[in-house]
């Protein structure tokens, strides 16, 4: 009885300690993964929020605006790009606001967020012309939820700047701007660098150089006051009067902002080099004061450039007799078409090339194609795009939905687009537009890229690029491969790629005003097969950027590698290659700044001069020579 009883007890001590070994196991396993849950929110918002300056709303506010007649002072928020993506402004608790107001810097395109506990709960775009105040209705969803903070950043850009930021309860609220009790010329920030620096002036006028020769020189001045102005001389930084103006020059209020030219003859005096550091004097109607604004060294832009810009219009095929649309696609049937002004084909057709088919861009025109083009030649007849009258801009094809495919084609001799405001850097452009290019001739090409890859995804195979008066071939955001391709004849670098991931191999560099190979911006490159015989620098990784290489051969280079930050928002940069082969004349086998690594064959290779490598890094970075 006894022994029975004891099997029953420990029958049933086993089942009671299954289930809560069970509970225990599930509660430990559910307390790891609520960890790791923790860990990684709390790590992936640390990682988000290192790429914001994050301030409080407090701190930027205290920089207020103030309004003065028709000047307006204030500091400005500097956000460097790619390594801080943006400000992130911390409110507290907001509720039942409706209007949040931005002073925005001019040039610029802006992101605006409002989060409630590190949530987007709604998101706004702003885009500047010149430094200007946003008030930004909120949705009624967003006011009654509340948020807690803002974030701005720039949709595009290398820079932007904020001035101010203010939380309105309605539209009325509006008193960013203040009257000054005291007038005064505000000199420019001069302090050392901070997070809040650079303050933005408008003054009672603005003054742009316009011409001159060796005996008279022009400018342009508008009055922004509200009042009239009264111009008196030009001068130099340190105070030398160089020309004066007559008694009467007195420019009316108009809030038309009317440029007025004064043209300076028979001058005494030599206008300094580059007009940089002079400033135009003047007083503002009823004020004793003199004040000065600088004279911007360069012609204003022409506001009728805007108005002039043809890249809005999407679709004028209809003005090409010669152009047919059949089924989808977009076709000539002649061997010849000319092209005698700007181009546009829609985004819903493929524009097609044949073998043999010639375009002939003149009197400035070009191609903006917003659908793929599939251009396939052959190696006995080639597509040619080029230009009899040396005027030709080149072909751009942007945000197509397809890929593009081109084989046996040659641009030759084309310039970049341009129209109005708007302009290009390739003479051959694909934005956020695939594309597949073999057996094809990029050559004498006057422009800053002869092919330009945006954000998107190429493959180019044995092509040819030769005599770019600028870079060759350039890409940014991009993912894409080179093979068996030949360099020649560049007047900058031969390939130069900024955040991309790329692949070269089997490829031949040959005479190269600068940089053979250049992987910059926090880029990834892997290299194979490489011949370069002569180039400033043959493979140069900057800016957070990696290059992996084997099977290398150097000559006649000035560098042979160069490792080196060039932007102050990135980082050193690193270089790993095997089997290399140093031939010829070799100025310098590597250049590295403090903190890049260069790994030839496994073996870390050490600095040289620290003072002769920053001389010459310096000159890089500046673009000047380095003998």
Not at 367 to 379: C, H, L
């Amino acid at each position: 009885m006894t022994n029975n009883n004891n099997r029953a007890q420990n029958n049933f001590i086993k089942v009671i300690k299954q289930p809560l070994v069970l509970a225990v196991l599930l509660a430990l396993v559910t307390s790891i993964i609520i960890a790791g849950i923790v860990v990684y929110g709390n790590f992936r918002a640390h990682t988000v929020m290192a790429r914001y300056e994050i301030i409080g709303i407090e701190s930027i506010n205290k920089y207020d605006a103030h309004q003065y007649h028709g000047q307006v002072y204030m500091d400005v928020i500097n956000i460097p790009t790619p390594e801080k993506r943006g400000l992130s402004i911390e409110l507290g608790q907001i509720e039942h606001a409706g209007f949040v107001e931005l002073y925005l810097k001019e040039n610029g395109n802006y992101l605006i967020q409002l989060l409630k506990k590190g949530e987007i709960i709604e998101e706004m775009s702003a885009a500047t012309y010149s430094a200007s105040a946003h008030v930004i209705a909120l949705s009624e969803d967003t006011v009654s939820t509340g948020y807690d903070s803002i974030r701005i950043s720039p949709s595009a850009g290398k820079y932007f700047a904020v001035g101010y930021v203010n939380i309105l309860a309605k539209f009325d609220d509006n008193v960013v701007l203040k009257p000054l009790e005291e007038a005064g010329y505000v000199l420019p920030f001069t302090g050392e660098a901070s997070a809040i620096s650079e303050p933005y002036k408008v003054t009672g006028i603005l003054a742009y150089y316009l011409e001159s020769d060796e005996n008279k020189f022009s400018i342009e001045v508008a009055n922004v006051h509200d009042r009239s102005v009264e111009l008196i001389g030009i001068k130099t930084e340190s105070g030398v009067v160089l020309v004066t103006f007559d008694e009467d020059s007195i420019i009316e209020a108009d809030r038309s902002i009317a440029y007025h030219t004064y043209t300076f003859e028979d001058m005494q005096i030599t206008i300094p080099l580059g007009l940089k550091n002079l400033y135009v004097s003047y007083k503002v109607e009823g004020a004793t004061d003199i004040k000065i604004e600088p004279l911007t060294p360069y012609k204003r832009m022409d506001e009728a450039l805007f108005s002039e810009t043809g890249i809005r219009t999407t679709d004028n095929v209809a003005d090409f007799p010669d152009l047919v649309i059949i089924d989808g696609v977009l076709k000539f049937e002649s061997e010849m078409l000319i092209i005698d002004h700007p181009l546009f084909i829609p985004d819903n057709i493929t524009f097609q090339l044949s073998e043999g088919q010639r375009i002939d861009l003149i009197n400035e025109a070009f191609i903006v194609s917003y659908a793929p083009i599939m251009a396939e030649g052959t190696e006995e007849e080639p597509i040619i795009i080029g230009t009899s009258d040396g005027t030709g801009r080149g072909l751009a094809v942007i945000k197509a939905m397809g890929e593009s495919i081109i084989t046996y084609a040659r641009f030759e001799g084309l310039n970049t687009p341009v129209s109005g405001a708007w302009q290009l850097t390739g003479s051959v452009t694909f934005y956020e537009s695939d594309v597949r290019i073999s057996n094809s001739l990029f050559a004498d090409n006057v422009c800053e890229d002869g092919l330009n890859v945006v954000r998107s995804t190429f493959l180019i195979n044995e092509s040819i690029f030769r005599n770019t008066y600028g870079d060759a071939f350039d890409a940014d955001f991009s993912t894409g491969s080179f093979t068996n391709t030949r360099f020649s004849h560049t007047g900058n670098d031969a390939f130069d790629v900024s955040t991309s991931d790329i692949t070269l191999a089997h490829m031949i560099f040959e005479d190269i005003g600068d940089k053979a190979i250049s992987i910059g911006e926090n880029s990834v490159a892997t290299i194979s097969d490489i011949q370069i015989d002569g180039a400033v620098i043959a493979i140069a990784s900057k800016d957070y950027s990696k290059v992996i290489g084997r099977t290398i051969t150097i000559e006649n280079s000035e560098i042979a590698y160069g490792l080196y930050q060039k932007k102050p928002e990135f980082g050193p940069a690193s270089i790993d290659v095997k089997d290399v082969t140093l031939i010829g004349d070799i100025g310098l086998e590597y250049l590295i700044e403090p903190g890049s690594t260069l790994y030839i064959d496994g073996i870390y290779q050490e600095p040289k001069s620290a003072s002769k490598e920053s001389l010459l890094i310096e000159k890089i970075v500046n673009g000047e020579p380095i003998k």
